[in-house]
């Protein structure tokens, strides 16, 4: 049973648009929800995360929306390039090291 | 720095077979762990060790054996291969970061560009 529900499977973008993903938690101990990105054919690397403390972290054109009561987080990618087209992972840690991940999010962004 | 390196890139076996995924980091990390990918399931942690001598079971660990001697390296083994097992596996390294500001920690996992296996 998957610890982190992420929606939708995939999306489509036009350059210049907003991609938004989001994901829902059960277990209230994590303290620690980073997004990874992931190329084809590459492994995923880290692109941006947040703690609970905080609604809102913004790097560049990433930011993450966090609601600790509402269980839920999403990632908004503004400005949409044609470069940002990768399977994008919500996840979230209980303790420092063990990470569950959501099912991922395929962006396509259309030039 | 080669960061998370993963031999072979690509393998066939048959059922029943065995085999080694080789993974290495040369960044000091003491925590380290295997997941597999496979299609709308995400990352699933098979197994994950925190530092030489130390290894624990993930989520998804049957059928799957580690060990952890050194510091560098963590090799995943299939004892018996099954077409369930046919997957991407991914090696990941990373050590524990306090925040600046409030006594958190964090974790960036840096991942292998992974091992594309097939059991037929």
């Known amino acids: 049973q998957q610890q982190v529900k992420q929606s939708p499977q995939s999306l489509i973008v036009q350059k210049g648009g907003i991609s938004i993903i989001n994901c829902a938690y059960e277990?209230?101990?994590?303290?620690?929800f980073p997004w990874y990105q992931q190329f084809p054919g590459k492994g995923p690397a880290l692109l941006i995360a947040?703690?609970?403390?905080?609604s809102e972290k913004k790097e560049g054109r990433f930011t993450i929306s966090f609601n600790k009561s509402a269980k839920q987080f999403s990632l908004h990618i503004m400005d949409s390039q044609p470069g940002d087209s990768a399977t994008y992972f919500c996840?979230?840690?209980?303790?420092?090291?063990?990470?569950?991940f959501g099912a991922g999010t395929t962006v396509t962004v259309r030039a | 720095n080669a960061g998370v390196t993963q031999t072979p890139k690509f393998q066939v076996l048959k059922t029943g077979q065995s085999m080694t995924l080789q993974c290495a980091q040369d960044?000091?990390?003491?925590?380290m762990s295997w997941y597999r990918q496979d299609p709308g399931m995400g990352l699933r942690l098979i197994h994950y060790?925190?530092?030489?001598?130390?290894?624990d079971q993930g989520e998804v660990p049957n059928g799957y054996n580690v060990s952890r001697s050194t510091t560098e390296d963590f090799p995943l083994r299939l004892l018996s291969a099954a077409p369930s097992q046919t997957s991407v596996y991914f090696c990941?390294?990373?050590?524990?970061?306090?925040?600046?500001?409030?006594?958190?920690?964090?974790?960036?996992?840096?991942f292998g560009p992974g091992t594309r296996l097939t059991v037929l």
């Open positions: 277990n209230t101990a994590f303290d620690y």
């Open positions: 990941a390294s990373s050590t524990s970061v306090l925040g600046l500001a409030v006594p958190y920690s964090y974790n960036e996992q840096f």
């Open positions: 960044m000091n990390h003491e925590y």
């Open positions: 947040i703690r609970p403390d905080v």
């Open positions: 996840a979230a840690s209980l303790v420092d090291y063990k990470l569950s």
């Open positions: 060790s925190v530092g030489a001598g130390i290894t």
